[in-house]
């Protein structure tokens, strides 16, 4: 696994002096990565830049060889806390205290301070924790999608729990379809290349409105697959 070091783009970084609450090391698991920064549990900041190691290959040695690199990286013997897809939890034992279990053993040196959640369910942690939906106490339902689909439900601002596949089991059949018919590999299809917009020629023109006409349709045809 290679440890590409600070040059993730994505970490926005606190601009307080002091944390406001505990720090910790937040890890996000996935099946080609692991991602890794200091947190801020007051306000879910980043304390300093992150790392990042990739995994060349989607096994569960792989991927705790990724995250002792990324542990190791940042020098740090305190809490972790791991947010983890399902492609990893189905990896590392399909159940919480065998994943747990399985990370903790792979970072001794944090003894034993490790904490492991789904994912989806990391995600709905945050959104009301630490945005404008902290307090929110109706009902919310929120949605990662990725190559799979999560689903969670808060109510009264605590997460309900609940098997919600038999709404979202279709998505990574259905995206490996649109992926095939689109040709694309991410999360969408992206937009054709362009002429320069600032001075068409009439050709030019004439390509922009086909373009657009495609650009158009190959988002009809996503939003009518996902609703």
Request: charged share 20%; with cysteine; aromatic share 8%.
């Amino acid at each position: 696994q290679a440890l590409l070091g600070q040059e993730d783009p994505q970490w926005t970084l606190s601009e307080r002096d002091y944390p406001l609450g505990e720090v910790v090391l937040g890890l996000e698991i996935r099946s080609h990565s692991v991602k890794g920064a200091l947190v801020d549990t007051g306000n879910g900041e980043f304390v300093r830049p992150g790392v990042v190691a990739k995994v060349n290959e989607a096994t569960a040695e792989n991927i705790l060889n990724a995250i002792q690199k990324v542990v190791i990286k940042e020098e740090w013997t305190g809490p972790v806390g791991c947010s983890v897809t399902m492609a990893v939890w189905r990896m590392l034992g399909r159940d919480h205290d065998t994943v747990e279990a399985k990370i903790a053993g792979a970072l001794p040196q944090c003894q034993g301070e490790v904490a492991v959640l789904i994912h989806k369910h990391a995600a709905a942690h945050t959104l009301f924790a630490f945005t404008r939906w902290k307090g929110e106490m109706g009902r919310v339902v929120t949605v990662t999608m990725g190559l799979g689909m999560g689903v969670v439900l808060y109510e009264r601002g605590e997460d309900r729990g609940g098997d919600y596949t038999q709404l979202t089991w279709t998505w990574p059949s259905g995206l490996w379809e649109l992926r095939s018919r689109m040709g694309f590999t991410g999360m969408t299809p992206p937009p054709p290349t362009l002429p320069d917009p600032g001075n068409p020629s009439e050709g030019d023109k004439s390509t922009l409105d086909s373009s657009a006409d495609k650009i158009q349709q190959d988002w009809d045809d996503y939003i009518d697959f996902s609703c």
